[in-house]
């Protein structure tokens, strides 16, 4: 019930609500974006407000290094496959898949982390590896930007190249 009632309700509501939300376009982007601020916001709040929590500063730059070299080599796992000739993908699917299939939200991670765990002392240093997951994949990311660009702007036809 707990599924089916609110899809109902939103399909129904849906029917009367699409022409105001038309006329008025509600800055759902910005609540997104706000939503999520909150949620890392209160989650490493949580974590390192913990009194309780026991980590101390090589733990977490050993857990910083694993997640770092765990990503990379997502990246590079899905670069590898992805490049292959009978995989079929051009050079702009390669991106996207080396970004879209390594990266993982809080947005998800945090509440699933909540509902399996909960009640559980020491949730707080289950959490630390998914907040330091979130900023190490965007990190990586930015790195990665140039190098990826070149790549790809390399392996392009030479009318559609990237700018």
Same mark, same amino acid.
């Given at each position: 019930?707990?599924?089916?009632?609110?899809?109902?309700?939103?399909?129904?509501?849906?029917?009367?609500?699409?022409?105001?939300?038309?006329?008025?376009?509600?800055?759902?982007?910005?609540?997104?974006?706000?939503?999520?601020?909150?949620?890392?916001?209160?989650?490493?709040?949580?974590?390192?407000?913990?009194?309780?929590?026991?980590?101390?500063?090589?733990?977490?730059?050993?857990?910083?290094?694993?997640?770092?070299?765990?990503? =990379?080599?997502?990246?590079? =796992?899905?670069?590898?496959?992805?490049?292959?000739?009978?995989?079929?993908?051009?050079?702009?699917?390669?991106?996207?898949?080396?970004?879209?299939?390594?990266?993982?939200?809080?947005?998800?991670?945090?509440?699933?982390?909540?509902?399996?765990?909960?009640?559980?002392?020491?949730?707080?240093?289950?959490?630390?590896?998914?907040?330091?997951?979130?900023?190490?994949?965007?990190?990586?990311?930015?790195?990665?930007?140039?190098?990826?660009?070149?790549?790809?702007?390399?392996?392009?036809?030479?009318?559609? =190249?990237?700018?």
């Amino acid at each position: 019930m707990t599924v089916v009632v609110p899809l109902v309700l939103g399909q129904v509501s849906r029917r009367f609500l699409r022409d105001w939300l038309e006329r008025r376009k509600p800055p759902f982007g910005v609540i997104s974006s706000l939503v999520l601020l909150m949620i890392i916001y209160t989650t490493f709040c949580e974590t390192f407000s913990n009194p309780d929590i026991e980590l101390d500063h090589l733990s977490l730059l050993l857990i910083t290094f694993i997640i770092f070299c765990i990503q =990379l080599s997502f990246m590079l =796992l899905t670069f590898v496959f992805s490049t292959q000739k009978q995989s079929g993908f051009t050079p702009a699917d390669t991106v996207a898949i080396m970004f879209c299939a390594t990266h993982k939200s809080l947005t998800l991670g945090i509440p699933m982390l909540k509902i399996v765990f909960e009640g559980y002392e020491h949730l707080s240093l289950i959490s630390v590896p998914l907040l330091i997951y979130h900023p190490a994949q965007i990190l990586l990311g930015s790195i990665l930007v140039p190098t990826i660009k070149s790549w790809m702007n390399s392996r392009q036809k030479p009318s559609i =190249l990237l700018h």
